[in-house]
């Protein structure tokens, strides 16, 4: 509902992935991300550029994707804003 960043922190990786490319998508996995990306590392906290609500107004449901180049998974928490 805001115009802030998205926060993200990874918990863990396994199946042997060094870290996970991850990026701020709408609903649907349209970016908004403004063509920024992050590597999110087991233990580390990111804000993600995200200009949902700028670009398509306020009540737009967003999501996190994510990227990795091996076969594994990721755990941890995030939120449509940065806090």
């Known amino acids: 509902t805001n ?3 998205m926060y993200n922190k ?3 990786l396994s199946g042997g992935v ?3 490319t991850i990026w701020a998508a ?3 996995g349209r970016d908004a991300s403004g063509g920024h990306n ?3 590392y087991a233990g580390t906290t990111t804000l993600l550029w ?3 609500v ?3 107004g306020s009540g737009i449901s967003v ?3 994510s990227r990795s180049y091996s076969n594994g998974g990721a755990t941890g928490v995030w939120s449509p804003d940065s806090i």
Do not use: F, K, M, Q
Request: charged residues 20%; hydrophobic residues 15%.
């Open 54 to 56: 700028e670009n398509h």
């Open 50 to 52: 995200n200009n949902a």
């Open 63 to 65: 999501r996190i994707d």
């Open 18 to 20: 060094g870290y996970i």
């Open 38 to 40: 992050y590597r999110s």
């Open 26 to 28: 709408l609903y649907d």
């Open 10 to 12: 990874t918990n863990s």
């Open 3 to 5: 115009t802030t960043s």
